[in-house]
RNA sequence: GCCAAUAUAGCUCAGUUGGUAGAGCAGCGGUUUCGUAAACCGCAGGUCAAGGGUUCGAGUCCCUUUAUUGGCUCCA
């Protein structure tokens, strides 16, 4: 039997493994080898193997690799929470990005002081060197055999697989787990582990199920590189935003008004007025014009478009909505409705389209008490939303300018780097979400992703996530904690017009149904601060900076000359503040610093005698001086290029 | 909504087995007018998130509520 790795074949014995043959051709790799491929599959690095193959090493460079790792991890976990709580049972425990978790159903949660104890237990396993040894079962031995350990919820996830099904598990000494692997030859490998942190989960993530207590946990191939990443972990949350915009005075919250409710101070006020003026300016420089709609309206409007039987509980209604001989009103979760009647004003002919409406719209959504984080899930935002009301035959085209606009967008606060792509599409089995038939679902699916693969960007297919009446694009970002948000959506809609009895009198005199684009150009403005927040770390691009230049004076013998230079400043619509303060020049610059302003203006006796001054950057590096023009050019510059500095 | 953690001055945090609240920074008033990472002196600032309970006595123990945080679920 000939085994083929690396491109050079070997003559082995039938039957033996890739781990035999790599320990003698590559002993001073191997322990960096976790399992092979052999022929794509992923196995096990000892599995046997009875034909001519060829066999790819898997090390924790690969995402295979990495996963195998963790994979085993949690189940070193699973063994040593057996060993302390020997009543747990065991639910599942997969590798994720960036580690592992592992879902238990005990009679209490675990609580974080739990972690220590079951860390130490962890580390005597590793040391006791177990090697996991597979081995496969009919599905009704299988069965049979975690009834017999009583582990419920292993009989329930065999239960479910095909009757014919082999099922393997893996054991390690006395523990036996179902698992489909590939494990790591030996736990030994698992030098360098950490659990961080506790959590409730519904068992398979259905909310009508038990709540199952998660242990996650994370793991690397040395020391170094697990505390590598917690510092790096512990970097990236000195940049969440709900702290740092709270510190630079961007927003706040008070219990008194409401969770996800922020109150934007001047600071942010002022970045979320500079982001609107220019998405605005941006959206009528590319054909769009603006509507100014209501932010509630009856309970009628919300029965046409689908809202009021889909999303009423995430509504704030006003009066009450079960009494029919009454007035009720909600307010409203989203703008569509009140635009088509922008749209229904008058009759249109094909002419008229595409008839691209645009509107800064805040919205109000009754998000359940536990889903508010920060500025990214609020209750009250407000989204830069448009409806494209166009031709089939303008699909295509008009599409493509949402994405071109979105990307120009994101390229210029530079958050685009950052994005990935999924295209969300409908599942035809939940019947109770989407409403239209198959046949216009599978319309605009196709047409999206004709476009999509055109346009040439990577995306991911998400089943069941396409809002009711249509399939979405949704442009998706990470936060500080590795969460993915949807920061753009893009929607293709087929259905609504029609029920809005939307129409156009098309140049062969029909009267015609339009199709509808909903999109964002920049998202929530709350949630894209967020973002701009973490990116920065707080120290914005200059152009987006609520101050963009502090004079600081030396002397109050300067302070003419500032606040001449103030009003320079002011002038060109630039953001300047002045500190007069009788304080140490040092200690307003810290001070400066600290506020994460972009640009310092320094001066002194010898700057205000010259109508000079010295610049500084938010680094503290200095600039040089220069006259006041200049300086103030400068700043100009940086704010109307946009320039990222 | 569910699981868990947290809540003391504007901010960062002390506050012991229950004995009646403390520091630094910020603020305010003085002094200092100074050339690059925290000048000096003083003053003021708190219903210890809110409400209830146990106790002779609660920041501390118990319950409820609210908010914040991390997950789960949801996300038009």
Redesign the pocket.
């Given at each position: 039997m000939k085994l083929t790795v690396f491109g050079k074949s070997y003559e082995v014995e039938k039957g033996s493994s890739a781990g035999d043959l790599l320990k003698n051709e590559f002993a001073e790799d191997f322990k960096s080898y976790y399992a092979v491929k052999i022929e794509g599959t992923l196995t096990d690095l000892f599995a046997p193997i009875d034909k001519d193959a060829e066999i790819t090493p898997v090390t924790f460079q690969d995402e295979d690799g990495k996963k195998v790792f963790r994979h085993s991890c949690s189940h070193l976990l699973s063994m040593a929470v057996l060993q302390l709580y020997p009543d747990a049972k065991l639910a599942i425990g997969p590798a994720i990005e960036n580690g592992f978790y592992y879902d238990f159903d005990v009679e209490t949660?675990f609580?974080?002081d739990d972690l220590p104890a079951i860390e130490k237990a962890m580390d005597k396993l590793m040391r006791s060197s177990l090697r996991p040894k597979r081995f496969t079962l009919p599905r009704s031995e299988a069965i049979a055999l975690m009834k017999e350990k009583n582990e419920p919820y292993k009989v329930e996830l065999i239960e479910d697989l095909p009757e014919d099904a082999t099922i393997s598990f893996y054991q390690m000494g006395d523990f036996v787990d179902l698992c489909a692997g590939p494990h790591l030859p030996n736990l030994n490998y698992l030098k360098a582990f950490k659990l961080t942190?506790?959590?409730?989960?519904?068992w398979r993530?259905d909310?009508n199920k038990k709540?199952l207590?998660?242990i996650y946990g994370t793991c690397f191939p040395s020391k170094q590189e697990l505390n590598d990443y917690l510092e790096m972990v512990e970097e990236a949350r000195k940049r969440d935003h709900?702290k740092l915009g709270r510190e630079l005075e961007l927003f706040t919250?008070v219990?008194i008004i409401?969770?996800?409710l922020p109150i934007f101070l001047p600071k942010g006020t002022r970045i979320l007025q500079i982001l609107q003026r220019w998405v605005e300016d941006t959206e009528m420089k590319r054909g769009y014009v603006h509507t100014k709609t209501p932010l509630l309206a009856k309970r009628d409007l919300y029965k046409i478009s689908g809202?009021w039987d889909h999303?009423r509980d995430?509504?704030f209604i006003i009066g009450d909505p079960d009494d029919e001989t009454k007035e009720c009103f909600a307010l409203r979760?989203?703008t569509c409705p009140f635009q088509y009647q922008a749209f229904l004003n008058r009759s249109r002919s094909y002419r008229d389209l595409p008839m691209r409406l645009g509107e800064t719209s805040t919205l109000f959504?009754n998000?359940?008490?536990?889903?508010?984080?920060?500025l990214i899930?609020v209750r009250q935002f407000t989204i830069s939303e448009a409806h494209l009301i166009i031709r089939p035959d303008q699909l295509e085209e008009e599409f493509r300018g949402c994405f071109n606009l979105a990307h120009d967008i994101l390229s210029t606060l530079g958050l685009w780097e950052d994005c990935s792509f999924q295209f969300s599409q409908w599942d035809p089995q939940n019947t109770k979400k989407y409403e239209g038939t198959p046949e216009q679902w599978d319309a605009a699916q196709q047409a999206m992703k004709i476009i999509l693969d055109d346009i040439g960007i990577d995306y991911k297919v998400a089943k069941d996530e396409a809002?009711?009446y249509g399939p979405k694009l949704d442009i998706q970002i990470k936060n500080v904690?590795?969460?993915e948000d949807t920061l753009i959506?893009v929607q293709i809609d087929l259905l609504l017009a029609k029920k809005f009895g939307m129409e156009y009198t098309d140049a062969d005199g029909q009267k015609k149904n339009p199709y509808i684009i909903h999109r964002t150009s920049i998202g929530c403005y709350e949630r894209t601060l967020a973002l701009l927040i973490e990116k920065y770390a707080g120290a914005f691009p200059t152009w987006l900076a609520p101050v963009q230049v502090k004079i600081l004076t030396?002397?109050?013998?300067s302070d003419d000359a500032a606040g001449e230079l103030q009003q320079m400043l002011w002038d060109q619509n630039l953001r300047c503040e002045l500190d007069l303060r009788?304080?140490?020049?040092?200690?307003k610059?810290?001070e400066a610093?600290m506020q994460k302003i972009p640009y310092m203006f320094?001066i002194?006796?010898?700057?205000a005698e010259n109508k000079t001054v010295?610049i500084?950057n938010r680094k503290?590096d200095?600039l040089g001086t220069v006259p006041f023009g200049d300086a103030v050019a400068m700043i100009k510059k940086l704010n109307d290029d946009k320039t990222i500095d």
């Open positions: 949660p609580k974080p942190q506790i959590a409730g989960a519904y993530g909310e709540m207590s998660r709900n919250t219990d409401g969770q996800g809202h999303y995430g509504m979760p989203m959504r998000e359940d008490s536990g889903e508010m984080h920060g899930r809002a009711f904690f590795g969460k959506t030396i002397t109050n013998r009788n304080e140490k020049i040092g200690f610059i810290r610093q320094v002194g006796d010898r700057e010295t500084r503290g200095n």
